[in-house]
Each structure stands twice: as C-alpha cells, then as structure tokens.
C-alpha cells in the first residue's frame, strides 16, 4: 500500500534556528512529489515540485530535496510568518490510473 | 490565473439536510477538478475527481456526490448529511499531466 509518512508532526523553532522536515514514502511508480504550505482555515499552497532523486528546489527560505525514499524541506533562518503546516504529497501511478497520496502534515511555530 | 472561487466558507447543518457545496475556477480550459476532504489530524482524502463535463470519478462510497454541469463548474452535494460529513472541504484544479494541484480555500462543514 502507497504511504507518506510526514516528521515530525509538530516543530517548534525559534527564529532564526535553521531546521528540516522530513517526507518518507513508499509508493509503486513514483511521479512527483509536492510540498504544500497550508495556513490555519485556508486551502493548501503549492510551493514545490520535484521528479527525481537529487533534484533541488529553493524558494526563498525553503529548500527542498530528495532521494528515492525521502524528501527534505529545510527552513533556513525561519521567521514567523513561516508559522504553518506543511504537506507532502506523492503521485504514483498503479495499474494504469495515477493518485495523489498525501501526508497528514507537520505543524511548524517560529517563535519570535 | 489559477484563480479557484468556494462557497460558502463556513457552512453549519443540521443531520438528515442536503448539501450543496459550489467550486469555480478560473483561467485554462478543460482542467481536471477535484474535491478532497481534511478532518482533523487526517491527511487529505480524495472523494471525487473529473476530467471533463459530466464525468465524474468517485473514489470513497459513502452518501455525497459530484457533478460537473460546466467546464469550470465543480458541485458537491449530499440528500441527507451525517455527523461523519463534517470536516473541510477543498476543491482543486489541475492545469495539465503531471502539473501540481492548486487549491481553493475550503468550506468548513459542521454537521450538527
């Protein structure tokens, strides 16, 4: 069975204290993983895309990476405003039809 | 645009009402469109998705339906509501293959 397993489920940082989350997942044919940010009472926001193992993407104080088992996303310096749940999410393909597997989130506090 | 209109965003029913809850999107014709449902610690679960006007694929049996009378026109509805019903829901678009999903910002549900 397809699994996205997100850790941890809830981080707390100070600002400026440099960390990671973690996206492990184990999936049949794996085509894209998605990193979303996901504010309180709003819908998701997309923030990456990565297709293969060693494949980086960076947004400001976002960078995410990965590897055939796992994602990254690390937060450089945090601040605030980068107070949110973030969301993995793979897309596998199985028996011809392609489904979007999502984590249950990490909940992230930047405290000032 | 990626532009995605929900309504309402706070919906409150009594058990045994119907539903109707309304998703329109803007920009690039013929997008995929799908309805998710969040619950509280629970990752994001698919109940329907469609490719085009009138097709509809349903992934979870349970008592809400879908339809789609217009391109960019995405309805979900219920005849009678649960306590189980409740939670948030998210329409979301896909542009073309492969492409992220973007999401709408949800209607919140409390079946009372």
């Known amino acids: 069975e397809d699994q996205v397993t997100q850790s941890p489920e809830a981080l707390r940082l100070q600002e400026g204290e440099s960390s990671s989350l973690n996206c492990s997942y184990t999936v049949s044919g794996l085509r894209g993983l998605f990193w979303y940010r996901q504010d309180p009472g709003k819908g998701p926001e997309f923030l990456f895309t990565?297709?293969?193992a060693g494949e980086e993407k960076e947004k400001e104080r976002l960078k995410a990476t990965l590897t055939k088992k796992e994602s990254f996303l690390h937060i450089t310096a945090p601040k605030p405003e980068d107070s949110a749940t973030y969301l993995c999410?793979?897309?596998?393909?199985?028996?011809?039809?392609?489904?979007?597997?999502f984590g249950k989130g990490m909940k992230l506090t930047v405290n000032p | 645009s990626q532009t995605i209109h929900q309504w309402p965003a706070t919906l409150v029913q009594p058990v045994g009402s119907p539903l109707s809850l309304e998703c329109t999107v803007e920009g690039t014709s013929n997008p995929n469109l799908y309805w998710y449902r969040q619950a509280a610690g629970r990752g994001l679960q698919l109940l329907f998705y469609s490719v085009g006007i009138g097709q509809i694929s349903s992934e979870v049996p349970q008592n809400l339906s879908a339809s789609r009378p217009q391109d960019r026109q995405f309805i979900l509805s219920s005849k009678k509501l649960l306590l189980s019903d409740s939670g948030f829901y998210l329409c979301a678009r896909q542009s073309s293959y492969n492409s992220p999903l973007h999401f709408g910002n949800g209607t919140r549900l409390t079946v009372t």
């Open positions: 990565l297709y293969s």
């Open positions: 999410a793979v897309r596998t393909t199985q028996g011809g039809s392609e489904k979007l597997v």
